[in-house]
């Protein structure tokens, strides 16, 4: 056996300390991130965080300035066709080909591909058989975003970027799009996501990073994100016909004590609230200099006493607030 064999594949995409500088403008400075291969990555961050000029390098689309870049093993800087055929980029949708139908396009990009996916097959797959001879221009969003997933996807692509996929969906559609881009990744593609809906990210991603001046300011599971799962717990009830809340870091007690004061009832609107995924995306895109603001806001309204004595809980003492958080 040759020891090539037993090395560990490398990852889909590893970037070590990469700067990209726009005159003055140091739009990514110094950012590092590992996307393993077969994994959902989403890539998040507020406006102007550096996410597309990342992007967009990965993508061999724009020269870095410094730093190290492998995508599926080469430089993109300096990559060739055959590695450019081994990703699928889906971007902003473009109003590009209006006049051909959905079928003419798939066929006519899967040519560009050595060994395609069969076109009606995949039209059938992003569930766009009704819509296969309905011009590009008829489609709803919805299905135009559909239709640059297949786009994306026709030449098997160990590697799709997703840019900001399900933008202007509806629930419905946001949530069909969401099993398909999971299947993909059943299928084993690697898949590298960004978007600005926190909820997505939960649903989709295996792993995020949070991107802020141009670096990786956090980078977890989402549910682990920011150390999401050691932060406080609340609990909330309805009682007296008022919400009422308890910051905890023993839910569980907190919960029984509550279940065998109501018992045999249960207990009236029970809630166990973990802080959101964007709670803390938001905490962590905050500014040194707001949150220390933040604090400041918040030791005064430390300072309005707030206890409510009339609730009796067991080693407890209780929160009440009407305004649900
Ligand atoms: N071609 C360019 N020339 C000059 N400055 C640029 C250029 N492209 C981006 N920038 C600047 O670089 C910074 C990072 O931009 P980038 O588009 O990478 O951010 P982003 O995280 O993708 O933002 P968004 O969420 O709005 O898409 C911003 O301050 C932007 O104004």
Redesign the pocket.
């Known amino acids: 056996m040759t020891s090539h064999l037993l090395e560990p594949a490398a990852p889909a995409i590893n970037v070590r300390d990469l700067h990209k500088r726009?005159?003055d403008?140091h739009?990514v400075n110094g950012l590092d991130l590992v996307v393993e291969r077969g994994e959902i990555f989403a890539v998040l961050?507020?406006?102007?965080?550096?996410?597309?000029?990342?992007i967009e390098i990965l993508e061999g689309f724009r020269r870095r300035d410094s730093g190290l870049v492998q995508v599926l093993g080469e430089d993109p800087g300096d990559a060739g066709r055959a590695w450019r055929n081994r990703i699928g980029i889906v971007l902003q949708t473009a109003n590009d080909q209006a006049e051909l139908t959905v079928a003419e396009l798939v066929r006519h990009f899967a040519r560009y591909y050595p060994d395609p996916r069969d076109p009606d097959e995949l039209i059938a797959a992003v569930g766009l058989t009704e819509k296969a001879g309905t011009r590009t221009r008829q489609l709803s969003g919805g299905q135009r975003r559909r239709l640059d997933v297949a786009l994306g996807i026709v030449g098997r692509p160990e590697l799709l970027f997703l840019d900001e996929p399900t933008t202007g969906f509806d629930p419905e559609a946001r949530r069909s799009f969401w099993d398909l881009v999971s299947g993909l990744r059943d299928g084993g593609t690697t898949i590298l996501l960004t978007t600005h809906y926190m909820e997505e990210a939960e649903q989709l991603a295996d792993r995020c990073a949070v991107?802020k001046d141009g670096r990786v300011v956090a980078l977890d599971a989402p549910a682990r994100l920011g150390d999401r799962v050691a932060r406080r717990a609340v609990v909330r009830w309805l009682e007296d016909g008022v919400v009422r809340e308890h910051a905890t870091d023993t839910p569980t007690a907190v919960v029984g004590s509550l279940a065998a004061r109501f018992a045999p009832q249960e207990v009236p609107g029970l809630q166990v609230l973990r802080p959101t995924l964007e709670e803390v995306y938001l905490s962590l895109i905050t500014d040194h200099a707001d949150a220390a603001e933040d604090a400041a806001d918040d030791a005064a309204l430390a300072a309005v006493p707030e206890r409510t004595p009339a609730v009796a809980l067991a080693g407890a003492s209780v929160t009440m607030k009407e305004q649900v958080r």
């Open positions: 726009y005159g403008k739009a961050g507020p406006n102007g965080a550096g996410k597309t000029t990342t991107v």
